[in-house]
C-alpha cells in the first residue's frame, strides 16, 4: 500500500472481544499479526469470562508477541468488552475484529486507504462465512445467499458506497471517542446503533467489498437458533429505537412464521389446503439451497434447507417475542449524536 516510502502510515490498533472462543482464537490473531501493512500495530483482547482455554491460549498469545495485550471484560458483553479494549488501545485507527474472524492479508492495508479516499469516520466490508465441516459448509452457503439473508451487501457482496452500517469497521479513534464508544446496553445492534450516531453526526460510513473477514458460523443447529433468535429480537428493538428504519427483508421472517403456523393450524383443522403454504416455503428452500450449495459435498448440500429454516424461523421467532420493556430500557438509554466541534465530555466505557 505504501507505494511512497516517506510517508507514515498511521499506527493501528486492533480490537477484539472474546468468549469461550479457544477453537478460533489462535488463528484469528495470526491473521492480525500477518497482515501486509507497514505501520505500527498492537491488538487488544477484552477477555469476558470464559469456560474453555481462551484465557490460556491469549496468555500464550502476550508472551509471544509484544504487540498483543488483554484486558479483563467482567460482564462478557460484547459492548462492554468493545469500550474496555478502545480504552486499552492507543492508536488513531480502530480495527475491530471478532474471536472467530479471520481477516484478509491486506485487509489493514486497504481499510486505511479507503479511509483517506473516502473520508469516512467508519469503513467495512463482507461477512464472508466459511464452514471448516459440512454443517458449517451449510451454514455458510446459507448465509452467503440472497434466500438466506436477502440482499445484506456485507453479506452478498455489492458495490462500494456509503452505507447505514458496516460488518465489524475500522474506525478513526476520533470518531469512536466524540460518540462516547458502544452503548453497552445493545447487547446485540451494537454496531447498528454506533454508526448510527455516527451518520446522524454528519459522519460517513462506507462499505466497500475489498474488504473481507473469513467468518465461522456456528458449530450446531441449536447454537445457530440462538444466534438468529438473538439478531431477530435486538433487530425488533431497534425498529423501535428508530422509527423508519426496518424494511421489507427483516419482515420477511417474522411474517415467514406466522403465515406457516397458521397454514399448518388451518390444514389440521379446518382444510388440508392449508398446507399449501408450509408446503410452499418447504419447496422455496429446497429448490433455494440448489444453487447456494454448487461445489459443496453431498453432505452440506443436503443440510443447507435446515441451516435456512432454522435462521428464518429462528429470527422471526426473536422478532416477534422481543419484549417491548427491553425497547423501552435501550431507548432510555439513548445517547445523542455528537459532531465535530462540539463539546464531548462522552468518554468510553
Not at 511512497?4 to 484469528?28: F, K, Q, T, Y
Not at 441449536?222 to 425498529?239: E, T
Not at 427483508?249 to 415467514?256: K, N
Request: proline share 7%; net charge neutral.
Amino acid at each position: 500500500m505504501n507505494a511512497n516510502p516517506d510517508v507514515r502510515l498511521p499506527a493501528v490498533s486492533v480490537i477484539m472481544p472474546v468468549l469461550d472462543e479457544e477453537r478460533h482464537l489462535r488463528g484469528a490473531v495470526q491473521a492480525i499479526l500477518a497482515q501486509e501493512y507497514a505501520g505500527e500495530m498492537e491488538v487488544v483482547i477484552a477477555l469476558g469470562p470464559s469456560t474453555d482455554r481462551t484465557d490460556e491460549i491469549a496468555a500464550e498469545l502476550v508472551a509471544e508477541d509484544p504487540r498483543v495485550h488483554t484486558v479483563p471484560n467482567p460482564t462478557g458483553r460484547t459492548p462492554a468488552a468493545l469500550n474496555a479494549a478502545i480504552n486499552a488501545s492507543r492508536h488513531p485507527i480502530v480495527v475491530r475484529v471478532d474471536g472467530h474472524g479471520m481477516l484478509s492479508p491486506d485487509y489493514i492495508a486497504t481499510a486505511v486507504r479507503l479511509l483517506e479516499e473516502t473520508g469516512a469516520q467508519n469503513v467495512g466490508g463482507i461477512m464472508h462465512a466459511e464452514g471448516e465441516n459440512d454443517w458449517e459448509r451449510a451454514v455458510a452457503a446459507a448465509m452467503t445467499s440472497k434466500i438466506g439473508v436477502g440482499n445484506a451487501s456485507f453479506h452478498t457482496g455489492g458495490e462500494a458506497g456509503p452505507a447505514e452500517t458496516v460488518y465489524l469497521g475500522v474506525f478513526r479513534r476520533e470518531a469512536l471517542e466524540r460518540q462516547g464508544g458502544y452503548n453497552v446496553e445493545f447487547i446485540r445492534a451494537q454496531d447498528w446503533e454506533l454508526n448510527f450516531r455516527i451518520r446522524e453526526a454528519g459522519g460517513l460510513i462506507w462499505f466497500s467489498p475489498e474488504l473481507r473477514v473469513s467468518y465461522r458460523p456456528r458449530p450446531s443447529v441449536k447454537a445457530l437458533a440462538r444466534q438468529y433468535k438473538d439478531y431477530g429480537r435486538w433487530r425488533h428493538v431497534v425498529a423501535r429505537f428508530h422509527e423508519g428504519s426496518i424494511n421489507l427483508r427483516y419482515l420477511a421472517p417474522p411474517t415467514a412464521l406466522c403465515a406457516i403456523v397458521a397454514g399448518a393450524l388451518v390444514g389440521a383443522l379446518v382444510t388440508p389446503w392449508g398446507f399449501v403454504v408450509p408446503g410452499g416455503y418447504l419447496a422455496a428452500i429446497l429448490l433455494g439451497s440448489i444453487p447456494a450449495g454448487r461445489g459443496l459435498p453431498l453432505k452440506a448440500r443436503l443440510q443447507i434447507p435446515v441451516a435456512l429454516a432454522t435462521m428464518h424461523m429462528s429470527w422471526g421467532w426473536g422478532f416477534l417475542t422481543s419484549p417491548r420493556s427491553l425497547a423501552k430500557k435501550v431507548i432510555a438509554s439513548r445517547r445523542p449524536a455528537v459532531r465535530a466541534g462540539a463539546d464531548a465530555d462522552a468518554t468510553t466505557g
